[in-house]
């Protein structure tokens, strides 16, 4: 299976950039997708196929990378973004995601 | 507005079985592959099961193949997922997810319900 290895926790102030990586163990083209997950919630689906931005999600959030380096990119940072960004890849059989990256705010 | 509904979760002993259900509306529910992904307590995210269209393909990880079954009713806008000999490690909120457009891979979970607890334990 593709192991997708996300950092575990990071900590930003608001209004400060961050940039959330996951390296995959072999190639997934543009197939990586991103989502953010708050404390008691579902996750939501924040980018899909590495650089599209979800329905809905604000332009602060945006993803970049293709083959096995991806980044989700929050600009500025908000207090409300405060939640666990999990990546997943689609390209190889089974699917699957990232441990997750735990985002707080300072 | 796209919404999912997931019932059934509950406890249950080890090697019993239980089944899910999930409600969906807001979209139309026979042109979209759906899926279940489940998340350990404090745990990543796994995906669990995937199911096309018309019902006639169904896709899943060697960790539950051969114990759990997932299929759908488009007449109701239900999902479902059977699941026997439970284990412990099958202990989970289990959420269901509408994927993007497209088949099985190459896809995306673009929508997911709130998830319901399945608790495995003697």
């Known amino acids: 299976d593709t192991v997708l290895t996300q950092s575990p926790a990071l900590a930003v102030s608001p209004g400060e950039r961050v940039s959330i990586s996951c390296r995959a163990s072999e190639g997934v083209n543009s197939y990586m997708h991103w989502y953010q997950q708050k404390p008691g919630q579902q996750p939501k689906l924040l980018i899909y196929?590495?650089?599209n931005l979800a329905s809905g999600v604000p332009a602060r959030f945006s993803g970049s990378g293709s083959g096995t380096d991806f980044t989700l990119t929050i600009d500025p940072v908000e207090a409300d973004d405060t939640a666990t960004y999990f990546c997943?890849?689609?390209?190889?059989?089974?699917?699957?995601f990232g441990g997750g990256t735990k985002l707080e705010l300072k | 507005e796209v919404q999912l509904v997931e019932s059934g979760g509950g406890l249950v002993q080890p090697g019993r079985s239980l089944k899910l259900s999930c409600a969906a509306s807001g979209f139309t529910f026979s042109n979209y592959y759906m899926a279940w992904v489940r998340q350990a307590p404090k745990k990543g995210l796994e995906w669990v099961a995937t199911i096309s269209t018309s019902g006639s393909r169904t896709y899943y990880p060697d960790s539950v193949k051969g114990r759990f079954t997932i299929s759908r009713d488009n007449a109701k806008s239900s999902l479902y997922l059977q699941m026997n000999s439970l284990k412990s490690e099958d202990t989970a909120t289990y959420y269901c997810?509408?994927?993007?457009?497209?088949?099985?891979?190459?896809?995306?979970?673009?929508?997911w319900g709130q998830g319901t607890l399945v608790t495995v334990s003697s």
């Open positions: 997810a509408r994927q993007g457009y497209g088949s099985y891979l190459y896809n995306w979970f673009a929508y």
């Open positions: 196929k590495a650089s």
């Open positions: 997943q890849q689609s390209w190889n059989d089974p699917p699957t």
